[in-house]
């Protein structure tokens, strides 16, 4: 009763732990001003764009276009960094005639995402068009479909490493090994995350600004790979991808190549935008190990139901039990730790203050909510194990796991996009022309 009653109260605690931190801050590249400004009449042509970010800019990742008042493109010339200033870019323009026109813009963040948007500004006077330039934090086929490769991939992975160092624990233990559970659909789950990863580097090339990536790394231009955090990131998964299907090695080091290819995510998000980065890589880090512990359990324990089943043989379910609920609420306990941490390093209590950024704080808010419904089902699921220890609430498991799956795919979303950031006279890129030249 009394081991009963620490679970019960660490399964609690762990409600109040992880609600503590919701503070955050930007690492996407931010549009601080512009010249002309947003909405600006001038009298006269301006000759030049320039827009300044709220990071260092590169200046083979960086896109701009006009458009006129009828959707039509005008050539300008550039977009060039400008010297001794290299988080500002511009772009020459030609003589323009009266009306409003549509500035398009796109960049690389720090951290390797793609950040666009848009906005105007008139010549003379104001007059009504079309916008064709998406906004920042709008959605195209490809951006939809890098989050979906990215969720697939990361997802395998953190279950996949999961399930791989609870096994090998487990089997120390007596228990049925990784392979026992699994059998040959590993190498099915390998060549997956193989297409996966080399489609994402393909998807994920072609939605950056300028000349595509492999383009530039077919002209032999490598230093573009160090420009982007998200590309070293998919090529270290390529190495260790093969790396983890080199025979006849020792166990170890297949628990080492899974914590490598878990531990790599914390690299290619917002972490380089966050200071001071030693604590924020350690902290995602950590983050990620026990969310695929955690996770990787849950399966480990949905595919030895199955494996009882199939091979006709029992384990002791009170031995595993012990095992098991101690693991899960160390896991569960690491990660509301390390999430609590993550948002005071980011600090900010902007999210429900500011307009901008409104996907990224529902999707916070999603996972904060999901998170506590499955410290609910394991609550339940360790209660009635322990009364029971024959038998476990199989419908709620299945529940806690799907919970744990809707969890990344949230957080892989949350990483594809920038999060609200208090900076002083920020751009508003969503452009609203009306019919008689006002704007809301």
């Known amino acids: 009763m009394k081991a009963l009653k620490r679970y019960r109260i660490g399964w609690l605690s762990l409600l109040l732990v992880f609600c503590l931190g919701t503070t955050l801050a930007s690492a996407h590249a ?56 290299a988080s500002q870019m511009y772009a020459e323009v030609p003589g323009l005639s009266e009306g409003t026109y549509t500035v398009a ?33 709008s959605y195209n086929g490809l951006t939809a479909l890098l989050i979906v490769l990215r969720f697939l991939v990361e997802g395998i992975i ?23 559970i699994l059998g040959k659909v590993c190498y099915f789950g390998w060549a997956i995350l193989l ?16 000349d595509s990536l492999l383009s530039s790394l077919l002209a032999g231009r490598w230093e573009l790979i160090g420009q982007s955090s998200f590309a070293m990131m998919l ?24 914590t490598l290819l878990i531990s790599a995510f914390a690299l290619g998000g917002h972490v380089w935008g966050t200071e001071p980065v030693w604590a924020a890589i350690m902290l995602r880090v950590l983050h990620l190990l026990a969310i695929s512990i955690w996770l990787g359990g849950l399966t480990y324990l949905v595919l030895l139901l199955k494996w009882e089943k199939r091979s006709g043989r029992e384990i002791n379910r009170a031995a595993f039990h012990s095992f098991f609920v101690r693991m899960a609420l160390i896991a569960a306990c690491g990660t509301a730790v390390t999430g609590a941490g993550m948002a005071t390093v980011q600090t900010g209590w902007s ?49 806690e796991w799907l919970i744990g799956i809707v969890i990344i795919l949230a957080g892989v979303w949350m990483s594809q996009i920038s999060y609200p950031h208090a900076i002083d006279n920020t751009i508003n890129n969503t452009i609203q022309i009306l019919q008689g030249g006002t704007k809301k």
């Open 30 to 85: 931010a549009l601080l001003r512009t010249t002309p400004s947003n909405g600006e009449v001038l009298k006269n042509n301006p000759h030049k764009i320039a827009l300044e970010f709220s990071e260092p800019l590169e200046p083979d990742l960086i896109g701009l276009k006009l458009y006129g008042w009828n959707g039509e493109e005008i050539r300008i010339k550039g977009p060039k960094l400008t010297p001794g200033n």
């Open 351 to 399: 999210l429900f203050v500011l307009n901008e950024g409104r996907t990224w704080g529902v999707l916070l808010l999603l996972k904060v909510i999901l998170f506590c419904m499955m410290l609910a089902f394991a609550l339940k699921q360790t209660l009635h194990w322990a009364k029971d220890g024959h038998s476990l609430l199989r419908d709620k498991l299945k529940w």
């Open 158 to 180: 953190l279950l996949g490493g999961g399930l791989y160092w609870l096994a090998w624990y487990a089997a120390k233990r007596g228990f049925p090994a990784f392979t026992d």
């Open 235 to 258: 090529l270290v998964q390529f190495v260790l991808l093969f790396l983890l299907v080199i025979p006849g090695m020792v166990e170890g080091w297949y628990l080492f190549v899974w």
């Open 105 to 137: 813009w796109s960049v690389v963040s720090e951290d390797g995402h793609p950040v666009k948007g848009s906005y105007s500004f008139s010549v003379g006077k104001m007059t009504p068009g079309k916008i064709p330039a998406p906004g920042e934090h």
């Open 195 to 210: 297409i996966g990863s080399i489609t994402e580097w393909f998807v994920y090339s072609a939605t950056l600004p300028g």
